[in-house]
């Protein structure tokens, strides 16, 4: 059975960067789209950024990420990545990389993807 495991968040002034992995084990990634999720405290969880199998398709983000966050892969290391540069204190959360196991980012909601990593906190504060 696949998993995936998130690691790089933790607090950060705002105005600050961050770099999420995500890593997918025992199994190669290169055939899966692989999203980003956030949960910030007590709201429900959103779609952050998808990042497709295919070359061909452009990325997806979440309005209020868009020219901040950038979402990337490296398939030899069976890694995807989210850049996450001038961090605000809306962006603290609970981040999760998932994947509902298709080509491309066909979804954003979070009831279609089967497998999710455990999470990792970003904190955004001074």
């Known amino acids: 059975q696949a998993h995936l495991v998130e690691s790089g968040g933790g607090l950060v002034q705002p105005g600050g960067s961050l770099r999420l992995s995500c890593v997918m084990t025992?199994?190669?990634?290169?055939?899966?789209?692989i999203a980003w999720f956030r949960q910030p405290p007590g709201h429900e969880r959103e779609a952050v950024a998808c990042?497709?199998?295919?070359?061909?398709?452009?990325?997806y983000y979440t309005q209020a990420v868009k020219g901040r966050f950038t979402i990337s892969r490296d398939n030899n290391k069976n890694t995807t990545y989210l850049q996450m540069n001038r961090l605000q204190p809306e962006d603290t959360a609970v981040y999760y990389c998932?994947?509902?196991?298709?080509?491309?980012?066909?979804?954003?909601?979070?009831?279609?993807?089967?497998?999710w990593g455990q999470g990792t906190q970003v904190t955004v504060s001074s």
């Open positions: 025992r199994i190669t990634m290169d055939y899966y789209a």
């Open positions: 990042i497709s199998a295919s070359r061909n398709d452009m990325p």
């Open positions: 998932a994947t509902d196991w298709k080509l491309r980012c066909e979804s954003t909601l979070s009831e279609a993807f089967k497998t």
